[in-house]
């Protein structure tokens, strides 16, 4: 019997093509698992109204380690006009099944590496003062808040009613919108609780005291958003205090955008709100080489689910040869690993990831920095099944 029973969600468009070399590095590298795979996507939308069945819920209620490909997510009128024909008018409202997962497990910390891998043509490079060519190293971790903020879902397509009622008792909305008919508001709430907010400022100090980093960055905008940002930046001031050796620092996300291309190498851990998570971690990938490289982890307190931070690019997924890069799927997969305790073999997997990229002999299209075409292989391109034998053979050699 396998050691490990893992659910691999693939989902849509070309996530299937990366989660299979993700599968190949794993048993290269010795893996003792057992793989169950669980319906996901959006033809699962359209067939049945759910893109997240029950019985993908009940797998990972079971085998509490998921791995998850790319899911593809369309505006509420699209989402809709694509059901079977029999389901259309009954009332099905799509809704993300990643968003659906995290908080239906309530896996409410997302970590987002962001690490330079030395050779890789698509990594940051700025000019230093005197004119030469800098690379700074990126070594960044961020901790995104998973469940609350922008993207909880508690949203109004029009006010009315106790709601529009309540929103009157705030000066701010009477004064900015008290002459707005109601049914020209939308509104969508962004919600922080103590808890949670406590439970992601811990990960991220944990992380940072138990590898090191000097620093923890709260990127939020407190100065504005003076509530949910506020409540967040003064429960990390009191926090820091158990942390001595770690400064926190406060950066407007705003401002972190433009900073994070002047001088990325000071950053270590950064800790944020949902939304703010989410853009941050995807700057800091692009100076790494882009989503191609960006994976991530969601964890609850039982269940976790590991992806690439990517998404379906469904243009891509039926090329005849598969070219795109598989990396961020294969170091979301080191992620599971790490979790499951087995560093070691992450630790080689990774190893084998630096040593493809340093030695320069297979690069996909992206890292060539060629568009994204079906002919990108005839012009010297690795196919993504290429990219996944050159870490296998890397993998192998080490053993």
Not at 185 to 199: D, G, L, M, N, P
Not at 248 to 269: H, R
Request: charged share 25%; net charge negative.
């Amino acid at each position: 019997m396998a050691k490990y029973t893992i659910v691999t969600m693939p989902g849509d468009g070309i996530g299937r093509v990366v989660m299979k070399e993700a599968l190949r590095v794993l048993d290269a590298a010795g893996f003792d698992a057992s793989y169950v795979e669980g319906d996901i996507g959006w033809d699962f939308w359209c067939r049945e109204g759910n893109p997240l069945p029950l019985r993908t819920i009940e797998l990972l209620q079971q085998h509490k380690t998921g791995l998850f490909g790319a899911i593809t997510s369309k505006p509420k009128e699209e989402a809709a006009a694509e059901l079977s024909p029999d389901l259309k008018g009954k009332g099905y409202v799509y809704s993300s099944p990643i968003v659906g997962l995290r908080q239906i497990f309530d896996l409410d910390i997302c970590i987002r590496p962001c690490h330079t891998y030395r050779g890789n043509p698509l990594n940051f490079i700025r000019r230093g003062a005197t004119g030469e060519v800098e690379e700074p190293v990126v070594d960044v971790v961020i901790f995104r808040q998973n469940t609350e903020g922008l993207y909880c879902g508690v949203e109004w397509g029009r006010l009315e009613g106790i709601v529009y009622d309540a929103m009157l008792t705030h000066k701010s909305f009477v004064r900015n919108f008290g002459n707005v008919p109601p049914e020209e508001i939308a509104v969508s709430t962004r919600i922080f609780s103590r808890k949670a907010t406590e439970r992601i400022l811990r990960s991220a100090f944990e992380h940072a005291s138990k590898n090191g980093y000097k620093s923890v960055t709260l990127c939020e905008k407190p100065n504005v958003i003076r509530e949910t940002s506020g409540m967040m930046y003064n429960m990390a001031k009191i926090m820091q205090k158990e942390y001595p050796s770690i400064e926190l620092w406060n950066t407007n996300i705003d401002a972190q955008m433009m900073w994070l291309t002047k001088n990325p190498e000071d950053y270590g851990v950064i800790v944020a709100g949902n939304m703010f998570g989410d853009i941050v971690s995807d700057g800091f990938a692009g100076l790494i080489g882009g989503l191609g490289f960006a994976c991530s982890a969601n964890l609850g307190k039982d269940i976790a689910v590991f992806e690439p931070t990517h998404g379906s690019a469904p243009k891509y997924a039926d090329y005849p040869v598969p070219i795109v890069n598989p990396i961020a799927m294969i170091e979301s997969a080191c992620m599971m690993l790490e979790h499951l305790h087995e560093k070691g073999m992450a630790e080689k997997i990774r190893s084998a990831i630096a040593a493809v990229i340093s030695e320069g002999k297979v690069r996909t299209y992206d890292m060539l920095k060629m568009k994204g075409s079906p002919d990108v292989v005839k012009k010297g391109a690795a196919s993504t099944a290429q990219m996944g034998d050159a870490i296998i053979e890397k993998v192998m050699s080490n053993e």
